[in-house]
């Protein structure tokens, strides 16, 4: 797909085989307070010194692993350490041993090839796994072989960051051909695994899987919208009923490509934490290795509180959208004044909901993530396992609660709330000329028919555009003005002959432009492939529980994704630091979020059809309209005709091939053959299989018996040996049966005469 990248002096064009750069920033003046009697060039000699110290250990560890470094000036008082492995030997030595390990643990069906080299041309090293293993070598501990460099956390406060280059060539040519492609093949979902890992392959994976199959909703949901209308029941079944199809696809297909990849169960060999904070160390009564430990129960405690968190969260969060909820009804419902519309649209509730709404989700995101660091993850799969349950309730939250708020709060039980809306009287007061105005009618109140779908286009088609812009956009320009703003305030200090020291004056004009870049890119975040998981985990929901009201859903999504895929490829190659290319096995706990989105969506397309369909009304505010026997009734029904869905594809699923399957069974088998000539080669087996006399050697009964006779007489042998002394051969044995089988039938033929 992508063209190798070319060798030569342009900056874009080379990395000068750099493997990481590791971003030390050496002055923190800024960070601690100095005492008034301490004078300030004693605290920066101090402070230089430390820095100074520091330094040399980090280069010390890095070469103690095998690592060269090479170290260059950078901006904001911080140096660049260029790192890559000192012998080629040498990483294939650190290869070998990560594919041993591999299948030690499983990961691999066969063993390596004991030749080393022989190894490495049979299965080539991709950048991915150099990469992975170059950055294990820099933060692994020290006792499991590496320098245990840890940035911004223990000793290594000074270490900023530690990222790889991006290959600019490749990238180019990578964003050209997904903009050129309508669908990405198999050999695009390889070189980005080889490329960037198989995480983030596992997300482009489930995001081409997603789009593709979107395809169908999205036409059946534009039929449906022209023929059916909202709220059919024929196309809430159908939709279930493709919800179920597709969580349980993409089970099997995420097994299939962990196969293929060569990566199934790869989450046996986890990543330890740094900030893994053990209370003992125990032998291990298998292996007898010494393993920290961390009192279970204390973790359990800790994961107790996500119980009172959750609820927490819901109360916050909920009585936010349900206040914002309850003026935007006053002012659009009751409220009858001057200025109504521009309340509505650009003062109330948005400025509320945009202000409060995202410094509520910070303190509560990072509330859980203190929860999620106190409940102590030995490994960084269980920690961030943990913190996405979290994070996946937030967002449960603030993106569907408004819209069940409307289902099924406005619409049943609008005539008992509207009437007590008066207590918003407040935010509207300054605007009304007379208290008629905002009083809230008592009698012949009608509800808004068209609220709850002009919601679920809003969270569908509008939500996905601001998203996208601020996901893409906003960064970009955001990155444009400050190095703007950056290059400004620079020329101007070297005009007036002061400021800092110019990062640049030291550089070599050969490598000038090449450490510009990298200047450049230190700057940049860090890409998160949660988020993304996050972003489509949530579209799926809104698909699953709410399409029923706007049957195009389907079709919005199916555009916004292919847009989608080719900005999450400009985001990892232009607005981020390239990613570490950790591996998987799977999306992770995003499976049980889709499942559990996919069973609720069952539940809410039950009730939604239940209560609209027909005049779109619903109860009409009148609470009493509604049979609750009927909607528990159906929502059960539903529940046990998903649950049986389920079963029954799962079930089919699994008797249908798969590539993946295919080579597990071939490298089984060849591993199975493999062993048996190896225990007992083809000379042995065929020695074996023609031991005793030769086929067409003649037979001689006497000549055994005889044999057996004089063992007997000799006293040699035991009756088993003897008795099976007496035929020799396969031959011997066909012969002597034939006889036996002979004399029957002419002994049997004496009988019937």
């Given amino acids: 797909m992508a063209v190798p990248p070319k060798r030569n002096d342009g900056a874009l064009h080379t990395n000068f085989d750099v493997d990481y750069v590791i971003n030390y920033r050496f002055s923190s003046t800024g960070k601690k307070v100095v005492p008034a009697l301490r004078p300030l060039s004693h605290v920066f000699l101090v402070e230089k010194s430390e820095a100074e110290s520091k330094f040399a250990e980090l280069i010390s560890a890095l070469n103690d692993v095998g690592l060269l470094t090479e170290v260059r000036n950078s901006d904001n008082c911080a140096v660049l350490v260029f790192v890559k492995v000192a012998s080629n030997t040498h990483l294939k030595a650190e290869v070998y041993r990560s594919r041993v390990q591999d299948w030690l643990c499983g990961v691999r069906t066969a063993a390596p090839e004991k030749e080393l080299n022989s190894n490495l041309d ?9 990469l992975r293993l170059v950055y294990l070598l820099i933060t692994k501990p020290r006792n499991e072989g590496g320098a245990g460099i840890t940035p911004k956390s223990g000793a290594w406060e000074a270490v900023e960051s530690i990222f790889a280059l991006h290959d600019h060539t490749f990238n180019k040519a990578w964003i050209k051909d997904l903009t050129l492609k309508t669908f990405l093949d198999t050999k695009d979902l390889t070189e980005i695994r080889n490329r960037f890992g198989e995480k983030i392959a596992f997300y482009f994976s489930f995001l081409q899987s997603y789009f593709l199959a979107l395809t169908f909703p999205a036409v059946f949901g534009f039929s449906s919208w022209v023929l059916l209308g909202s709220y059919s029941p024929f196309y809430a079944i159908v939709n279930a009923l493709w919800c179920v199809g597709f969580t349980e696809y993409w089970r099997k297909q995420e097994m299939d490509l962990a196969v293929q990849w060569g990566v199934r169960g790869v989450s046996k060999i986890q990543r330890k934490r740094a900030a893994f904070r053990h209370e003992g160390e125990i032998k291990d009564p298998v292996t007898g290795e010494e393993v920290k430990i961390y009192s279970p129960f204390k973790r359990l405690s800790w994961q107790l509180l996500q119980v009172p968190f959750a609820i927490a969260a819901a109360a916050i969060l909920g009585s936010l959208i349900a206040t914002c909820f309850g003026i935007e009804i006053f002012i659009s419902e009751v409220y009858d004044g001057p200025f109504k519309s521009y309340l509505l649209q650009t003062f109330l509730p948005t400025i509320i909901l945009t202000t409060v709404m995202p410094t509520l989700s910070t303190l509560l995101t990072g509330f859980a993530a203190r929860l999620t660091d106190f409940e102590n993850y030995e490994t960084s799969d269980a920690h961030e396992a943990a913190m996405v349950q979290k994070i996946f309730v937030l967002n449960f939250i603030t ?18 709330i509207v009437p007590h809306l008066d207590i918003f009287q407040l935010t509207v007061k300054p605007f009304a000329e007379d208290e ?13 028919p068209d609220r709850l779908m002009k919601q679920v286009i809003y969270f569908t088609v509008t939500a996905q555009i601001v998203n996208f812009a601020l996901e893409i956009i906003v960064p970009y320009v955001k990155r444009t003005v400050f190095k703007k703003v950056k290059q400004v305030k620079a020329s101007q200090a070297v005009k007036r002959g002061g400021g800092d020291v110019i990062s640049t004056a030291d550089d070599d004009p050969e490598e000038a432009k090449f450490l510009a870049r990298v200047r450049s890119e230190a700057e940049l975040g860090v890409y ?10 949530v579209q799926f929901g809104y698909l699953s529980l709410f399409s029923v009201v706007w049957p195009l859903t389907a079709c919005s999504f199916l555009i916004n994704n292919w847009i989608e895929l080719r900005g999450d490829a400009l985001k990892i190659a232009i ?12 999306i992770g706990p995003w499976l049980d979020a889709l499942g559990f989105l996919a069973w609720l969506g069952s539940l809410s397309s039950a009730a939604l059809v239940f209560l609209f369909n027909g005049d779109h009304l619903g109860t009409g505010g009148h609470p009493s309209d509604i049979k609750a026997w009927g909607l528990l009734l159906t929502m059960f029904f539903a529940e046990h005709i998903y649950l049986a869905v389920q079963l029954g594809v799962r079930k089919a699923l699994s008797k249908i091939d798969s590539p993946g399957m295919q080579k597990e069974r071939a490298e089984r088998f060849l591993v199975r053959k493999q062993y048996v000539e190896k225990i007992k080669g083809q000379k042995a087996t065929e020695k074996a299989a023609s031991s005793g006399i030769a086929p067409g050697e003649k037979i001689s009964r006497s000549t055994p018996e005889d044999e057996a006779r004089e063992s007997t007489l000799g006293g040699h042998g035991t009756p088993s040996e003897r008795f099976w002394q007496r035929q020799r051969g396969q031959a011997e044995t066909i012969a002597i049966g034939c006889q036996y089988i002979s004399k029957g039938a002419l002994s049997e033929t004496k009988k019937d005469k």
């Fill in 122 to 130: 049979n299965e080539p090293i991709t950048e991915a796994e150099r």
């Fill in 399 to 416: 993106s569907y609660l408004p819209i069940f708020l409307t289902a099924f709060v406005y619409v049943p039980f609008a005539q008992i």
């Fill in 436 to 448: 008629k105005q905002t009083t809230a009618p008592k009698v012949d109140f009608q509800i808004n």
């Fill in 528 to 537: 998160d492939v949660t988020s993304d998981f996050r972003e489509m985990i």
């Fill in 575 to 586: 607005e981020s630091q390239r990613p570490v290319p950790w591996r998987a096995d799977s």
